[in-house]
């Protein structure tokens, strides 16, 4: 799996290079100032609500009310920290709901940049189909909603988990792997439609190649720390980095062409 996170992120630096090379910039600027406008509404209204939602929680698990009533400065400290984990969770919590609205209404631009990657890679011009971008918008809303449930279940038991003295110190970094890995396999799945892959021969697929998810998925989050200039970047370029990242796996397991009188060529069945 680290091999393939390591690949992911290789991706993205080829994904800088060819964007340049090709003069993808129209596909990526206003997508991304739309894409960064949306995220700092997110993020401020994440501000206005944070500390209620902590407060909220301790209240209802009785956990502060134990905690005043024993007076450990021991158990404050490690109550603090763990309410810092809860606070990165919660940014991530809120962060992925917004991701995933905007997978939906970018659904069309990502559909048509994976499609043009590939395209350029295979020195062939895919005809515009209206009725082909339609289905990959659907199949990227419907994955985009599952991913959604089940994102947020595992991120609804990280913070019930978070509030517990030093197990809440790791929770961010799990949280993180589950959004980078769900993220990552949102932007993998477009090239899986392109090779006919369901649905379910999609999770299959990226759960045993799940390095490249994540790896994708972090540096998406990594690239959030550039403010404005890594938001507006960030969307395309990991779409175009999924997109080079696993091209050579469906080469090496694309069925060999019987050429008579080659012997490395495998005869068709």
């Not at 209404?105 to 048509?112: M, R």
């Not at 990959?136 to 994102?151: K, P, T, V």
Request: no cysteine; proline share 4%.
């Amino acid at each position: 799996m680290l091999k393939e996170i390591i690949i992911a992120i290789q991706a993205y630096f080829k994904a800088h290079q060819f964007i340049k090379q090709h003069k993808l910039w129209k596909w990526i600027i206003i997508p991304g100032i739309l894409y960064a406008l949306l995220f700092v509404f997110s993020m401020g209204f994440f501000l206005h609500t944070t500390s209620g939602v902590i407060e909220w929680l301790s209240l209802k698990t009785g956990l502060k009310t134990w905690l005043d009533k024993i007076q450990s400065t021991w158990l404050g400290f490690l109550f603090t920290l763990s309410s810092l984990g809860l606070l990165l969770i919660q940014l991530l919590f809120y962060f992925s709901f917004f991701k995933y609205f905007y997978l939906i209404v970018g659904s069309p631009v990502f559909a048509y940049l994976s499609e043009k990657t590939e395209a350029i890679i295979n020195h062939q011009d895919y005809p515009f189909s209206l009725r082909q971008l339609g289905t990959d918008m659907w199949r990227g809303i419907r994955l985009a909603i599952r991913n959604a449930l089940w994102q947020t279940v595992y991120l609804i038991a990280l913070m019930l988990l978070s509030i517990i003295p030093l197990f809440g110190l790791i929770t961010p970094i799990i949280a993180l792997f589950v959004e980078g890995y769900y993220y990552g396999f949102s932007m993998l799945d477009y090239s899986m439609e392109r090779h006919q892959k369901t649905m379910s021969e999609s999770a299959f697929y990226v759960g045993t190649h799940r390095g490249l998810a994540i790896g994708n998925g972090l540096v998406f989050y990594a690239m959030h720390l550039v403010p404005f200039i890594g938001w507006v970047l960030a969307p395309a370029y990991a779409i175009v980095a999924a997109t080079l990242a696993v091209y050579p796996l469906h080469e090496a397991a694309a069925p060999k062409i019987y050429v008579p009188g080659k012997p490395n060529a495998s005869h068709p069945t």
